[in-house]
């Protein structure tokens, strides 16, 4: 069955630093997102991804952050100077399409952790 | 802005038992409401999802909701947990946005445990 893979597992970090985290969404999918759980809180919207653009972000998408589909199978999440509040699980998903809501397939999630 | 509570964090049931998990959501119109589980190590899995029509909706794994619009709430059901059923559930509200795609905004979660 196909799946969204994720890596690494996990990222420890240094504040300041940068860092890319990749994900393989599902190959016949269109639709590509991001969202992130800091620890005990809920999961967060952070970004959708459509035809090489972003459609929607967050508030919390800030000039920090940015996305990209550097070929037709990887999609990354960069987050130039990291803070420490970033520390969160970071989940991928892409969906075949955005109709119908159709099914958002998610990854196993990136632990971030900034130090 | 929509929002979603899910007012208990962490149930405990027997191996057997029925299940609830309670989901309330605020929206201002018609909400897409979706139930998601999630094992260790693992992603986030869709058990059902509701847009319009019949309030009793049937997922994965024999878990159902109901959609009750005068109380704002998706509460998912099972009436005889299993053992692997032991898992985190988010309960989540879907928000159309531009390019044909949409958000979602989760809740909490809610950890259920199973007592053999």
């Known amino acids: 069955e196909p799946e969204v893979t994720q890596t690494p597992s996990h990222q420890v970090t240094q504040m300041g630093q940068e860092v890319i985290l990749r994900c393989v969404p599902i190959?016949?999918?269109?639709?590509f997102y991001w969202y992130r759980q800091i620890l005990g809180q809920k999961v967060e919207f952070l970004v959708s991804?459509?035809?090489?653009?972003?459609?929607?972000k967050s508030e919390i998408f800030d000039d920090q952050f940015s996305v990209e589909r550097p070929d037709g199978s990887n999609f990354t999440l960069k987050i130039r100077s990291t803070k420490l509040e970033d520390s969160a699980m970071y989940f991928c998903?892409?969906?075949?399409?955005?109709?119908?809501?159709?099914?958002?397939?998610f990854g196993p999630g990136t632990r971030l952790t900034v130090l | 802005a929509q929002s979603v509570t899910q007012p208990d964090i962490h149930i405990t049931v027997s191996e057997g038992a029925s299940l609830e998990l309670r989901c309330n959501y605020s929206y201002g119109a018609t909400p897409y409401l979706f139930w998601y589980v999630q094992s260790p190590g693992q992603g986030l899995q869709l058990l059902l999802k509701?847009?319009?029509?019949?309030?009793l909706v049937q997922g994965i794994k024999g878990f159902e909701a109901e959609f009750k619009r005068s109380q704002s709430s998706f509460n998912l059901r099972k009436p005889s947990v299993h053992w692997s059923d032991a898992a985190e559930y988010f309960c989540?509200?879907?928000?159309?946005?531009?390019?044909?795609?949409?958000?979602?905004?989760f809740g909490k979660g809610t950890k259920l445990s199973v007592i053999p």
């Open positions: 190959s016949n999918h269109l639709y």
């Open positions: 509701y847009f319009s029509g019949d309030t």
């Open positions: 989540a509200v879907g928000l159309l946005s531009g390019a044909g795609s949409y958000q979602l905004t």
């Open positions: 998903a892409s969906s075949e399409s955005g109709a119908n809501y159709n099914e958002q397939f």
């Open positions: 991804f459509y035809n090489n653009e972003i459609s929607e």
